[in-house]
């Protein structure tokens, strides 16, 4: 995305405006998640993403940023509510760089100034579908794959893939099909069909599924709370 497009966007989620050019799916289905400025205030504290996740927020930050050392150049895909972008900002530490992008402007904003004491982070537009960016040593995709059409999941996990070199691995961490006997299945199958209508597509099929170039990487995956949550980190071989 060219500057005059991302000052355009900026200028409209400053007057807390979803613009035009965002994707359908994202103002449809997330607006109240993501595209007012009151979600900010009520989403990006400790206790609400505590709740949301049942309690594993600083479990699957822990997962996600033990994949990536210091002195890496780091994409995130997405904003997150929460610390996960400081956290990962600490991880690369001051001789490395972590690169946030978001499609929406009023998420690119609100983390330029959650990580404002960062000089080694830096935040902008971009589509994850199309990062753009070059190379990274790592990139970060937490909690995107669920909020985005199944198509669309295929976009954002081959655009995602195509950002790392071989040697280099790409981490996400997302919902996954918990355990038949999972007490909060039923609970989570409701939450999902009233606000979260493409999860059930990430649940049905394994991640690597959606990338084109399954073969070129290799594949580990690890679950958690009964299997509520995964990571799955493919690493480019070739
Ligand atoms: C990472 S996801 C969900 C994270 C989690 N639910 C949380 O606590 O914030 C939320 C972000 O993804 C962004 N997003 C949605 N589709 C995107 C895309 N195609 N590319 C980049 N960002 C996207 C939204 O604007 C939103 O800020």
């Keep these: 995305m060219d500057g005059g497009a991302e000052a355009k966007l900026i200028d409209a989620g400053q007057r807390g405006e979803a613009p035009g050019d965002l994707p359908d799916y994202l103002v449809k289905t997330y607006s109240w998640a993501y595209l007012r400025p009151a979600s900010l205030l009520i989403f990006d504290n400790t206790v609400a993403v505590g709740a949301i996740l049942w309690g594993n ?4 930050m822990r997962a996600a940023c033990e994949e990536f050392s210091t002195g890496q150049r780091i994409l995130q895909a997405a904003s997150v509510y929460g610390s996960l972008s400081a956290e990962l900002a600490d991880t690369v530490g001051p001789e490395g760089h972590l690169e946030v992008i978001d499609i929406a402007p009023l998420q690119v904003d609100h983390t330029r100034r959650k990580l404002a004491a960062y000089p080694q982070a830096s935040v902008r537009v971009a589509d994850a579908a199309r990062p753009g960016g070059g190379l990274y040593d790592g990139v ?4 995107l794959l669920h909020e ?5 999941k295929h976009a954002v996990v081959d ?6 070199a071989p040697g280099s691995k790409v981490v ?3 919902y996954h099909r918990p355990l038949p006997l999972h007490p909060l299945r039923f609970v989570m199958q409701g939450v999902f069909r009233l606000l979260e209508p493409f999860a059930e597509g990430l649940l049905r099929r394994e991640i690597r599924d959606f990338a084109a170039e399954r073969d070129s990487f290799a594949w580990r995956k690890e679950t958690f709370f009964g299997g509520l949550y995964q990571k799955v980190v493919a690493e480019r071989q070739s």
């Design 140 to 143: 970060c995709c937490f909690f």
């Design 159 to 164: 655009g995602l893939l195509a950002s790392v």
């Design 148 to 152: 985005v059409p199944d198509a669309y």
């Design 172 to 174: 996400f961490v997302d």
């Design 57 to 60: 927020i600083w479990r699957l």
